[in-house]
């Protein structure tokens, strides 16, 4: 008899403007909350969020254990109604513990953080999904591996999915928050263009697309680890690593489950796509 599980998401965020500016992107969120909030047989109890603008200490995962989701404005140069935007979403310390828990078995350090508040990796793409914060979310950090080779990072936060698979039979649904492809130093220089795309941006999209859509589970480890490590895009579509490590945590949580292409938006030198794993289609 299968057990009833959540699906697994992979979700691109933008910058603090996401939040109230239209998009293809924002309208996207807006639709996959509604997909959210219909999901029964089970109906999410709580969301687990992992974050590329976390980074815990070196090779420490830190998990927020708050009652409350105070916002962390991690961002300068916006006007100065985007620091007094609101999300009043409610933490579950049981869900943290829980995660502790996990991680732990797993032999993966973790520690409990209380004072760091939910950043905008969260709380941005969150108001265009679920405006109505009626589900607890808990966020979670990646692990600190700058100037780590890329094939251990990878390696390590598939690892970290792994550890937190199990939490799809609870009820809690896993959501990794990064982008496809990040590389803010470019946006410039492709505005001056006249908006075209980084010639980088489409060949490593395409491979995230090969990522999620290979099978068996080994074969879509070998890619997303040795493959992609290796992929002359890659320093191009990701100079720092932390927004694409959430993928490799999805990825890691997916287990066998097949991989879905949800969304595609491709920005100056930005990826927009999303995934899916496990989702159930009509």
Do not use: C
């Not at 979700?11 to 603090?16: D, F």
């Not at 009043?88 to 520690?111: F, M, W």
């Not at 999620?212 to 895009?233: D, F, G, H, I, L």
Request: proline share 6%; glycine share 8%.
């Amino acid at each position: 008899m299968s057990v009833s599980k959540l699906p697994v998401y992979f979700i691109s965020h933008a910058g603090p403007n996401q939040a109230v500016d239209e998009s293809v992107t924002a309208d996207f969120f807006e639709e996959l909350g509604k997909k959210w909030t219909s999901l029964s047989d089970p109906a999410p109890s709580s969301i687990l969020v992992i974050s590329g603008h976390w980074e815990g200490e070196q090779g420490i995962i830190r998990v927020r254990t708050s009652e409350e989701n105070q916002l962390y404005y991690d961002f300068y140069g916006f006007p100065d109604f985007m620091y007094k935007l609101q999300y009043p979403s409610k933490g579950s310390p049981e869900l943290a513990n829980r995660v502790l828990q996990v991680l732990d078995e797993a032999g993966i350090p973790a520690k409990a953080e209380t004072k760091r508040g939910v950043d905008h990796g969260v709380w941005v793409p969150f108001l265009r999904i679920l405006p109505k914060p009626e589900i607890p979310i808990v966020q979670m950090s990646l692990a600190e591996m700058r100037g780590k080779p890329a094939e251990e990072a990878f390696e390590y936060h598939y690892r970290l999915g792994q550890a937190l698979a199990r939490l799809r039979e609870e009820n809690v649904l896993i959501v990794a928050s990064g982008t496809a492809v990040h590389n803010l130093r470019d946006l410039g220089t492709y505005m001056r263009s006249g908006g075209k795309v980084a010639p980088y941006v489409a060949p490593f999209d395409a491979l995230l697309d090969k990522v999620a859509q290979s099978e068996p589970e080994q074969e879509r480890r070998r890619v997303a680890t040795q493959e992609m490590a290796q992929s002359k895009y890659l320093w191009s579509a990701h100079p720092s690593l932390d927004h694409l490590l959430p993928f490799h945590v999805a990825l890691g949580a997916a287990g066998e489950d097949k991989g879905r292409i949800l969304h595609k938006n491709f920005l100056l030198s930005l990826s927009e796509s999303a995934y899916s794993f496990g989702e159930q289609t009509a």
